[in-house]
């Protein structure tokens, strides 16, 4: 293959997968500082809480996607049987290095929508075939919201 055809795929992949990009990028940058979900007095919007279950389960629904029935033993427990330990809140603050390696895959997050915004004007005004560009692109956009809602 040219390298003029290998830049023709590269545009036109990326255009297809350009949405997705964008969506994972923006709600992953809201899931590294658990923006969707609730915390203290923080309550997420709905709208992002249903986006993060989409990023995560690939479901446009609240809540949890992987409850499943408690064991029978948690169900009918053996009265004799000592109690669990009662599990402890993590309330301790993250490390710097924690932190710091947030704030990083924010930045990331961040760069990576900003690089995929230009890579689809790129695509979009650098070539001749300005159909199937937006095409493309359109493409990208309304399968994975057709396979959400069916």
Aim: aromatic content about 10%; hydrophobic content about 50%; proline content about 7%.
């Amino acid at each position: 293959m040219s390298r003029t055809t290998i830049r023709q795929w590269h545009g036109y992949v990326g255009l297809f997968i350009a949405p997705s990009v964008l969506f994972f990028a923006l709600t992953g940058a809201l899931q590294v500082f658990s923006l969707h979900e609730a915390h203290g007095n923080y309550r997420p919007l709905a709208l992002v809480e249903k986006l993060s279950s989409v990023h995560k389960d690939q479901v446009f629904s609240l809540g949890h996607h992987h409850d499943s029935a408690p064991p029978e033993a948690a169900k009918n427990p053996d009265p004799g049987a000592p109690s669990p330990p009662a599990a402890e809140e993590d309330d301790d603050e993250p490390t710097l290095s924690t932190a710091l390696l947030k704030w990083f895959f924010l930045l990331v997050a961040i760069c990576l929508a900003f690089s995929t915004a230009f890579g689809i004007w790129m695509g979009l005004t650098q070539t001749r075939r300005k159909r199937l560009a937006w095409l493309l692109l359109t493409a990208g956009a309304l399968i994975p919201l057709v396979l959400l809602v069916i």
